[in-house]
């Protein structure tokens, strides 16, 4: 299951959850340590919630919600978990919540090579190898792939083994300048957008991992000029949504990413995983890739 990198995937050591429009530097607000009160109104506040609207969905009052912001209440913990899903805190952070209101936490977190798992771990990998031959992957919550089809095994020819060796990473493969970032045509605008995402997740996550990431790869260089009008395509395509134009064996092709989540996740490693796919954006991208079939 999810072998190392081999003719059909890739494993390293994915929900790309709903993505808020707050700056990474907001993710400060959540502070530490500090009881489950504060905690709760860093997510309230980070939701643009205020205390009698959060108590009309959750089925309480604006007083009862301010006292255990303030200390003055403790919440049960049927109330914490209803508060957590009506301020739409991710799995692990329910936890963190539970935990500073003095609960057990509710959501394991088990292994992704655990036994459980192995109806999951199959079933990712019959829907990415039924996609092909379109790439796709699978990514945990600091980006690291934890399986690929040959879709995307296609786009990393090439790449230097030093950018191969696992734990894959999804981002530095995309942003290093060794990787795939110089066949990217279009690549301010795509670095613009997944640095965004990064920042939307780390606004999500008290994740020193996933910053670290982020301060590396926000740190590459970008070439001063991209691709000039000779390198669009000679019919404008009307794209509905941003794409990633990236050359390959002398082609460019145009992908429309997609991501997938589970829903109402009841362990944390599962709710961190997100399955991401490159739909072909124009005729002769499909044609391409329908051409390397067997």
Request: aromatic share 6%.
């Amino acid at each position: 299951m999810f072998p190392e990198i081999g003719p059909g995937h890739i494993c390293a050591g994915l929900d790309y959850r709903r993505r808020m429009t707050t700056p990474a530097s907001d993710a400060a607000v959540l502070p530490a340590d500090e009881g489950v009160g504060p905690l709760l109104r860093a997510w309230r506040e980070r939701r643009r919630v205020s205390q009698l609207e959060l108590a009309l969905r959750a089925d309480s009052s604006a007083r009862h919600i301010s006292f255990v912001e303030t200390g003055r209440s403790r919440p049960s913990e049927e109330m914490v978990l209803r508060l957590a899903e009506h301020l739409d805190v991710p799995v692990r952070e329910r936890n963190a919540l539970l935990l500073a209101a003095g609960y057990a936490p509710r959501y394991r977190e088990t292994p992704l090579q655990d036994p459980a798992l192995d109806t999951l771990r199959e079933g990712i990998e019959q829907l990415i190898q039924g996609y092909e031959p379109y790439p796709a992957f699978v990514v945990d919550a600091t980006y690291n792939v934890v399986a690929a089809n040959r879709g995307i095994l296609t786009l990393l020819e090439g790449l230097p083994e030093s950018l191969l060796v696992p734990p894959l990473n999804a981002m530095r493969l995309t942003l290093h300048p060794e990787g795939l970032a110089p066949r990217i045509h279009n690549l301010r605008e795509w670095r613009g957008h997944l640095l965004a995402q990064m920042e939307r997740q780390i606004a999500l996550q008290r994740s020193e991992p996933l910053r670290e990431l982020y301060a590396e790869v926000a740190a590459y260089p970008v070439p001063e000029e991209e691709a000039g009008p000779a390198d669009e395509p000679s019919e404008p395509v009307p794209y509905f949504a941003l794409p990633m134009r990236i050359e390959h064996d002398g082609r460019v092709l145009s992908f429309i990413s997609s991501i997938s989540t589970f829903n109402t996740p009841m362990d944390v490693t599962v709710a961190e995983l997100a399955i991401e796919t490159l739909l072909p954006a124009d005729p002769a991208t499909v044609k391409y890739l329908q051409s390397l079939l067997p």
